[in-house]
């Protein structure tokens, strides 16, 4: 039964005949000698396709590698010297440039093997306009899932290219503040002054302010009292400046002379002198510790005395209580001959007077 049913469905016809099954074998040669070029021909097409994309793939990203290697070594050239400190220093700028080579290679292998396929489908005569629809649908349906991973990546890629922050710099971000650890194409690390370590989304980044990149201003205040000459004081805090410009490692910290902007606040019994000075990104804090050292110490040797600040202490002195403020509003109970204090005064037991007994 199954072998009546196999045959049944077996509706190829045969040849009935030694002439025929040599006819069919002469049409399927013939077939085959008249198509074998056009086979050969698109066979080699697609190889050479595929080679020369492998190729210019591999030439591409060993062009991209060198590139970034070349930078990495500029960065190193540089670093530890003032003017690595005013560009960047290099882990910072080994992980920009790891982070561009990565996008480069990655769209460059993406364009170069994408037009490969494309080519390779369009030799075997596919119809490339439905695949091509609905790789456009589902890169829409894709887009519109992952459109926040598409801005991270995308606002991770500008920031970037622009060299808006990197590794080292300090950032306020708006949602976080501290030191950039590691930037990414999705993610940056910030390490915030109590330690912590902030993952910021690129995307959700709507400003950035650095406060590492060009220069700084180290700003020192100097109070002493106001019966101090302060010409004097001048004198000395410019004389502290120039020997503090003129020694290592201050002088290539210091990017220009320490200027005195004069009197930023006058009190009853002090002044506050304000000192200010351009100095190298990322070093005001170390700069500003030391002037205050050195200015303390040139001041004290000169008999300047340096005090505090009087006016925070006005405001935390305590205002005597006023005494007024314990005595009782004045009431016409208080007085004994109104009316209402007469209304309230009890009224006085009755005294029986003894009389004479009475007999029985």
């Known amino acids: 039964m199954f072998w009546s049913a196999a045959l049944a469905a077996d509706s190829t016809p045969r040849p009935t005949s030694l002439d025929e099954a040599q006819r069919t ?3 399927a040669a013939g077939w085959v000698e008249e198509n074998w070029s056009v086979w050969l021909s698109n066979g080699l097409r697609m190889i050479l396709i595929v080679v020369i994309a492998v190729v210019m793939r591999s030439l591409i990203r060993r062009a ?62 596919i119809n490339l306009a439905p695949l091509l629809a609905s790789a456009g649908v589902a890169g829409v349906a894709i887009g519109f899932g992952a459109r926040n ?38 993610v940056t690390k910030l390490r915030g002054a109590n330690g912590a370590i902030w993952y910021v989304r690129n995307g959700e ?9 060009g220069w700084a201003t180290a700003g020192v ?17 410019e004389r502290v400046g120039e020997e503090m410009h003129k020694e290592e490692p201050w002088n290539e910290r210091l990017w220009e002379p320490v200027e005195v902007l004069g009197l930023d606040a006058v009190y009853l ?7 200010s000075a351009k100095t190298m990104p990322g070093v005001a804090l170390g700069v500003e510790r030391e002037l205050r050292w050195r200015i303390k110490r040139a001041l004290d040797a000169e008999g300047i005395r340096v ?9 935390e002195t305590e205002t005597p209580a006023d005494p ?25 037991p009755v005294q029986t007077v003894p009389g004479p007994a009475l007999g029985k």
Do not use: C, H, W
Request: aromatic content about 2%; cysteine-free.
């Open 324 to 348: 007024a403020a314990a005595v009782a509003a004045p009431s016409a109970l208080a007085n004994p001959t109104s009316p209402q204090s007469q209304a309230t005064t009890p009224i006085p």
């Open 205 to 213: 980044v709507k400003r950035i302010g650095n406060l590492s990149q």
């Open 64 to 125: 991209i590698t060198k590139l970034i290697a070349r930078m990495n070594r500029t960065a190193q050239a540089v670093d530890g010297t003032a003017l690595g400190g005013l560009l960047v220093n290099a882990e910072r700028r080994r992980q920009r440039s790891e982070a561009i080579g990565s996008v480069l290679r990655s769209v460059a292998s993406f364009l170069i093997m994408g037009t490969a396929a494309l080519t390779v489908l369009s030799v075997l005569q």
């Open 307 to 315: 005090v505090g600040r009087p006016a925070d202490a006005d405001l």
């Open 221 to 237: 205040d100097i109070q002493v009292r106001s019966d101090e000459d302060l010409d004097r004081v001048r004198a000395v805090i």
């Open 149 to 186: 991973l598409v801005t991270d990546f995308l606002s991770g890629v500008f920031m970037i290219l622009e060299d808006q922050y990197g590794v080292g710099d300090e950032v306020d971000a708006g949602v976080a503040t501290g030191t950039v650890v590691e930037v990414g194409l999705r």
């Open 25 to 27: 074998a002469n049409d």
């Open 269 to 275: 019994d002090s002044v506050v002198i304000r000192v």
